[in-house]
């Protein structure tokens, strides 16, 4: 069938053209064969590296292509040895670039691989929960709020259903969509076509299902992807700012390299020895490697991070990760368990322990006795009853190891039908007595939910008084400030009573009670309607009014015991942790309170609050008050913008479909793992796989170490370039011959250096790490002491290897060359291991406990050592034996280093 013309198809016809039954969905056998025919649903995906590309890549970069050059040169005048040992310096250079890089791109495909989007499908008679990549066309697809649409389909159903298509069709508004088959052909722009879903929009409202028409690139989506998909992917700011380094560095270097070019041709060195010599001195001086190192270590990072639960899904999160601030946090489920139980019941200031109405056994339920039983008690049957139809969860008929009932949906509303359940209410009962017919689904900025249903009176069901002379009922659950503002009436029991002030009181006061003892609190109302509104369409304004208030719940959910920990962690570590939750305030205090995010008595403001702020007003509050309560998504959005005015660096979390613009506004975007919506997902920097506070915090200890790690990384290079460059530069001005060869420079610089350099990449956190304030995103490369370090140890390096060397040129030896070499060598070992931690003392953090970097400095010793004594490699590199006191020397000077960059730590210890 032509994929244009869907949309003017009638449902069953589709249905049929697909071969599918609505209610069982496609076969497993079906499903297999169309998976072969139509292949997976997903966009052909443009720029993954394959292993070729990668090692092609290797040999690309400049510096690499220089060193061929300079091995042709070699071959031409006839140096076949320097040639062979070039080339293999560059192979072996390259299969190191490549296996880091290999890995890199490695980790980030998995990192993809996690964060791909999961969909409700219905198949083989059931609804399953598969990924997004398995759908084929024919399935038939559950959609709800927040939801990626996953493929282009035909709408089956659609209730109340919205979906904002800006990213096809550009327009903003989120389209109402319907089932009915549209006339027209190919001419029906796609914004029109309102009984079809498209692969890259999402659900803003309300819910549907859908048949799927096409897949993967046969999408709508699919056929613009070439064009979206030609986007460079972005660097990061560390990356750009290496690049840059790097660039600036080259200049440099170009120029000291000439200069010692000139002044060993001005001494008489010959010239294609001078030539290769300049070459090396190049290498040794650009650090090309910085920028590759920097996304090896960021992508390697985010795998790490990974395993304890933080996914990222934008790269510079790592490293703006480090620079946190601010972590504004929800309540429910981030810093609580999101495990609702329902504790109290209150009508009228009536409360009653949910325990104590199921071990005196619910009377409600019979009809006989509950005519007998008072007035207030009779209303909580009709609560619960209330609340258990006004509700999305199902209650599946296990139980699980707590005893509690389990439950698919929404906590909060599982807690309400898992109670009713406990009462002997069954939801499944109840909603084929009560069938519903229409609703207005819950949002965050209401703060509620109603739904219509139709009114089959029983005989003698006391429950069904209030409504009996109605076709239809509407129920109303949310929060207990905005049902007062819509009710007009309270239930007594026995009759609707005006809501007079007092009542209004006695309400509240309940309320702030069970608030107070961070209960979070459902208020429940109804409305008898004499009839539907017109063609289903709900206009929420006009059905919430007039309502008929009945009672409050009350639920706990604990606060995750390890959050205490981390709030103290990250306030240490001059975080401040700020609370927005769409709950009451006197709830959210009191669980702010017990979380360490404000002291007794601390200030919590409402979303009414903000809303009356203009941003000044706003930028000053958000300095101080660390809860925020009642907010709408908008609100999140207004403290993002004020706090980062304040030059705050702010990670926000968020679940909903509204959150997304707070989420892309924030540095750092958290989205939900298990509550999380697809939209919020999709806006967000990272996910918490368990939807957990401490999980951030554990990120950022990550992102800091990351950072730390990238630092030590470019601290110990460029300290090694600075001393090899100081060593070639200074001896011709005491009158030495070529201090380094330039097979030995090279080696150095591609071999000696790597191993140790990497082995800082996983390095791990500093004792201290959590416990200094972060550090600006935009602070100097260099800052805190870097450059000087670079330059004093680099100095050092330098001048100890020629100050042995010079020694023992003048004293004739003829090892001198190899003593200078070593040293050099030995001392960059010394140094990589003593700069593990930038302020702690090496004896402190272990010598082994950075397993790599023993390796690393164990094998490239081995390795020096065989340049040193193994006759080949004698030839090769122009060395020659050490003999025992010659080698204890060049140990002996690279202890020096050891111990003056200890005796420099000490010093930064005791500032501190
Ligand atoms: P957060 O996750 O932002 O900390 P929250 O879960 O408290 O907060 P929302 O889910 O927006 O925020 O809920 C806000 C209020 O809306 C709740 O305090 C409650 O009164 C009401 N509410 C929550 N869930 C439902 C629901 N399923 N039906 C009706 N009302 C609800």
Known sequence: MDSKLWHTQLIDETLTLLEVQQDSGLHGGEVTQRREQYGPNELVERGLKSPWQILLEQFRETMVIVLIVAALISAVIGDVKDMIAILAIVILNAVLGFVQEYRAEQAMAALKKMSAPVVKVRRDGHVVEIKSVELVPGDIILLEVGDAIPADGRLINATNLKVQEASLTGESIPVEKATDPIPGGEEVPLGDRKNMVYLGTAVTYGRGSAVVVDTGMSTELGKIADMIQTVESEQTPLQRRMAQLGKTLAVAAIGIVAVVFVLGLLRGEDLAEMFLTAVAMAVAAVPEGLPAVVTISLALGAQRMLRRNALIRKLPAVETLGSVTVICSDKTGTLTENRMTVTVLDVLGETEKLETLMEGGFPIIDAEVSKDVAPPVRSLGLMVKAAALCNDAILEADMDRDGDMRVIGDPTEGALVAAAAKLGLWKEELDQRWPRVAEAPFTSERKRMTTIHRVNIPVDDPTDAPWRDSPYVAFCKGSVDGLLEISDRVWSGDEAVKLEADLCKRIQNANDELALDGQRVLGVAFR?????????????????????????????????????????????????????????????????????????????????????????????????????????????????????????????????????????????????????????????????????????????????????????????????????????????????????????????????????????????????????????????????????????????????????????????????????????????????????SSRDSILTIGLFSNLFMVAAVSLTFVLQMLVVYWPPFQNIFGTQALRPWELGLALGMSLVVFVAVEIEKWFRRRRS
């Open 528 to 836: 008898p309607l004499d009839e539907l509104p017109e063609n289903g369409q709900i206009d929420e304004a006009l059905l919430e009014r007039e309502m008929t208030f009945i009672g409050l719940v009350a639920m706990l959910d604990p606060p995750r015991p390890e959050v205490n920990q981390a709030v103290q962690e990250a306030r240490e570590a001059g975080i401040r942790p700020l609370m927005i939750t769409g709950d009451h305030p006197l709830t959210a205090r009191r669980i702010a309170q017990d979380l360490g995010i404000i002291d007794e008595g601390g200030e919590v403001l409402t979303g009414q609050d903000l809303s009356k702020m203009g941003l000044d007003g706003l930028e000053e509050v958000v300095g101080h008050v660390s809860v925020f309560a009642r907010v709408a998504p908008e609100h999140k959005l207004r403290i993002v913008e004020a706090l980062q005015k304040q030059g705050q660096i702010v990670a926000m979390t968020g679940d909903g479909v509204n959150d997304a613009p707070a989420l892309r506004r924030s540095d750092i975007g958290v989205a939900m793992g298990i509550t999380g919506t697809d939209v919020s997902k999709e806006a967000s920097d990272m996910i918490i796989l368990d939807d957990n506070f401490a999980t951030i915090v554990n990120a950022v200890k990550e992102g800091r170490n990351i950072y730390d790690n990238v630092r030590k990384f470019i601290k110990y290079t460029m300290t090694s370039n600075a001393g090899e460059i100081y060593v070639m530069l200074f001896a011709p001005f005491l009158g030495m011959p070529l201090p380094l060869t330039a097979l030995q420079i090279l080696w150095i610089n591609l071999v000696t250096d790597g191993l140790p350099g990497l082995a800082l990449a996983v390095e791990q956190p500093e004792r201290n790490i959590m416990k200094r304030p972060p550090f600006p995103p935009d602070e100097s490369i260099f800052a805190r002491g870097m450059g000087t370090h670079i330059i004093w140890v680099g100095l050092l390096m330098g001048l100890l290897s020629l100050g042995v060397g010079y020694w023992g040129w003048s004293m004739a030896l003829p090892a001198w060359q190899t003593i200078l070499f070593t040293t050099l060598t030995i001392s960059q070992m010394a140094h990589a291991s003593v700069i593990r």
